[in-house]
Structures are given as C-alpha cells and as structure tokens.
C-alpha cells in the first residue's frame, strides 16, 4: 500500500503543503513524531497510526524528511510536482528499499545526510564521483 512518512514538519505552513500535495496526489501520509524516529521503517510503515510503544531516540534529527513506500510512477510525480508547485523544497527525501526498511529513520538520515555533503563536496560515493 501506498505511503509517506514525513519527519519533522513542525512548521505548520510547511506541513499543510506537503499534506496538500499527499492529497492531490491520493497518498495517505503519516507524521511521525520525534520519539518513534528510533524504530525501523518497516515498522513504521506497518504499524497503525497511534499504535506500537513509542521508543526514544537517542538524538532525534531535526531536519524534515520525506519517506515514500510503494507509490507508483503517477503518484510519485504527482507528488514530487505537487511540491514544486507549491514552492516547497524538501531536500531529504528517500523511496524504501528491502535494505532501508530494516534501518530506523535516525539511521537513513544520517546516510542521505551523508551522500548530500559527498554530492556538495564533490566526494566519492559508493565507488564513483558524483
């Protein structure tokens, strides 16, 4: 099933574009609040909203950040158009993956993060030059 989590979209005019994009888009969106950004992903996704314990995360991240699982090729441009459009950047964003379904919300910040300042800086990432 079609889903996007997002992270950290405490501004409130922030907020109601990304969910006016989700909508327009026909995506159920989920916020998930700072104390469960210590589960996996895949636990995220499966568990109802309200349900499962909340677990602390030793540093919760701070910045937005947009998880999409299972959209289709409609819905993910719809989505991503429906941003630009309303003139919002989100700079993290990530689809799951079977590998990043096992990893917690804290820990794919810290790679996308980590790619970001490669891309910025010209680095290496995984074996080639961005």
Do not use: C
């Not at 299972?70 to 689809?95: C, I, M, S, W, Y």
């Amino acid at each position: 099933m079609a889903r996007v989590l997002l992270f950290n979209f405490t501004q409130e005019e922030r907020r109601k574009k990304v969910r006016a994009a989700l909508f327009r888009a026909g995506i159920p969106g989920r916020d998930i609040p700072p104390e469960k950004q210590g589960r996996t992903l895949g636990e995220l996704l499966t568990e109802e909203d309200g349900a499962g314990q909340a677990e602390e995360a030793a540093e919760p991240f701070r910045e937005e950040l947009i998880v999409m699982h299972e959209l289709t090729r409609n819905q993910f441009h719809g989505f991503l158009d429906g941003l630009k459009r309303a003139g919002l950047a989100v700079p993290l964003k990530a689809v799951t993956t079977e590998t990043n379904r096992t990893w917690t919300a804290k820990r794919l910040f810290t790679e996308l993060s980590a790619e970001r300042e490669a891309v910025a800086g010209g680095n290496r990432i995984h074996g080639r030059k961005e």
